[in-house]
């Protein structure tokens, strides 16, 4: 197989399997998402407790974005992803080596901060200018930021989030019954969008 015929595969693939958020699709995310969320608790902060947390965060990431019409979602979803994810890297100092130069007063990493979305929003609006795709890149990885701090927010382990650093050290959260609701809702939601867009086709 050609490079661009493996190209256009994995496009078809995204398209059926992500895009088109089939009937499967939707209940694998809905499942994870939930094992993840409520296995985290329990699971520990090495490597296990790693792999509930983020991927509760990558299926919330989906079934939040999954709401949105399908051309935004082809813009988006792909930068907004791993991003909700990859943020979490900088917890890296803290978990392996034992600095805390990042946290110093706070429950998470500086940088789990509104002003990292800022920083995000004005490159994609300066991007957009030139280079649309690209903005729409940035765009996606605000989003993305956004949605993994919504979780953070109303994590299980009542630990905050700084989303005012550097103006405030002080860690933000609410409380995680309330984020369980807003999930259920999403999921409501995406089960009624995914019933209306089949009968429709
Ligand atoms: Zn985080």
Redesign the pocket.
């Given at each position: 197989m050609t490079a661009t015929a493996q190209r256009s595969r994995i496009q078809q693939l995204w398209e059926h399997w992500i895009l088109d958020i089939p009937l499967l699709q939707l209940v694998v995310a809905v499942l994870l998402g939930g094992l993840g969320n409520q296995l985290y608790p329990y699971a520990g902060e090495g490597a296990r407790g790693a792999l509930c947390?983020e991927t509760a965060?990558l299926m919330t990431t989906l079934l939040v974005l999954n709401l949105l019409p399908k051309e935004w979602r082809r813009k988006i979803l792909v930068p907004a992803l791993p991003a909700s994810v990859l943020?979490?890297v900088?917890?890296v100092p803290l978990a392996i080596f034992h600095t805390h130069f990042l946290t110093w007063g706070t429950d998470?990493p500086y940088t789990?901060s509104l002003l990292t979305v800022a920083v995000a929003l004005a490159i994609a609006a300066l991007c957009s200018i030139r280079w649309p795709k690209v903005g729409f890149v940035w765009l996606g990885i605000a989003i993305g930021l956004s949605l993994?701090?919504f979780?953070?927010l109303g994590e299980s382990d009542a630990s905050g989030?700084p989303l005012l650093w550097p103006f405030s050290y002080r860690s933000f959260n609410y409380g995680h019954a309330t984020f369980d609701t807003i999930m259920v809702i999403v999921v409501a939601a995406n089960f009624l969008l995914w019933w209306i867009r089949a009968s429709r086709s």
């Open positions: 947390d965060h943020i979490d900088d917890h998470r789990h993994h701090f979780r953070d989030v």
